[in-house]
């Protein structure tokens, strides 16, 4: 089992900057990667940026060179920075944790948090 907290969603403008962060606690170390996905109202959920284990990182081609995904090992969080903020960010963000073993993968999900980017 892996519990993932989230904080840093908020209100703020276009063009602005908001960080997230997501703290995993549990089975970490079976962790094989980390991500962030948003949900905006009446949309399916998206990946937004992810970060392996081994620290390869992928992005959704609407974020990249805005947002950067990063993590600290030593306080098992990931953090989503994200810059030049748009309305269309305007979701509720929710980070994953994936693990993978020989029986089948699993996926862990924080409660969620608001991101609201007003024009």
């Known amino acids: 089992q892996v519990q993932l907290v989230e904080s840093g969603g908020g209100l703020v403008q276009a063009g602005g900057s908001l960080r997230l962060s997501c703290t995993a606690s549990g089975s970490i170390a079976s962790i094989n990667a980390m991500g962030w996905y948003r949900q905006a109202p009446g949309k399916q959920r998206e990946l937004v940026a992810r970060?392996?284990?081994?620290?390869?990182?992928n992005y959704a081609d609407s974020v990249k060179g805005r947002f950067t995904i990063s993590r600290d090992n030593a306080k098992n969080t990931v953090y989503l920075q994200m810059n030049s903020l748009k309305p269309e960010d305007t979701a509720v963000y929710y980070c994953n944790a994936y693990r993978a073993f020989i029986a089948g993968s699993y996926d862990s999900w924080g409660q969620g948090t608001q991101v609201t980017v007003s024009s």
């Open positions: 970060i392996t284990f081994g620290g390869i990182t």
